[in-house]
């Protein structure tokens, strides 16, 4: 398989998966009346190389990392 291809199978489950958070996180909060939240932040180094994806969610004041 190139490697175009095995990008895009890639980008396209992710995008699923965070389609599916979104989803799921709206629906708590029309039923439960709250304002959870995620925020995905690329991590890099001080010389800019990628070193990974911090995946937040907020769930009133409680934070998980």
Same mark, same amino acid.
């Given at each position: 398989?190139?490697? /175009? $291809?095995?990008? /895009? +199978? @890639?980008?396209? !489950? !992710?995008? @699923? &998966? $965070?389609? %599916?958070?979104?989803?799921?996180?709206? #629906?708590?909060? /029309?039923?439960?009346?709250? *304002?959870? *939240?995620? $925020? %995905? =932040?690329? $991590? =890099?180094? !001080? /010389?800019?190389?990628?070193? &990974?994806? +911090?995946?937040?969610?907020? #769930?009133?004041?409680?934070? @998980?990392?």
């Amino acid at each position: 398989m190139s490697e /175009e $291809l095995k990008t /895009e +199978r @890639l980008f396209k !489950k !992710k995008s @699923l &998966g $965070l389609q %599916i958070t979104k989803e799921r996180l709206e #629906f708590f909060n /029309e039923r439960e009346n709250k *304002s959870y *939240s995620f $925020l %995905i =932040k690329d $991590l =890099k180094t !001080k /010389e800019g190389t990628a070193m &990974g994806t +911090r995946v937040c969610f907020y #769930f009133g004041k409680n934070q @998980l990392t």
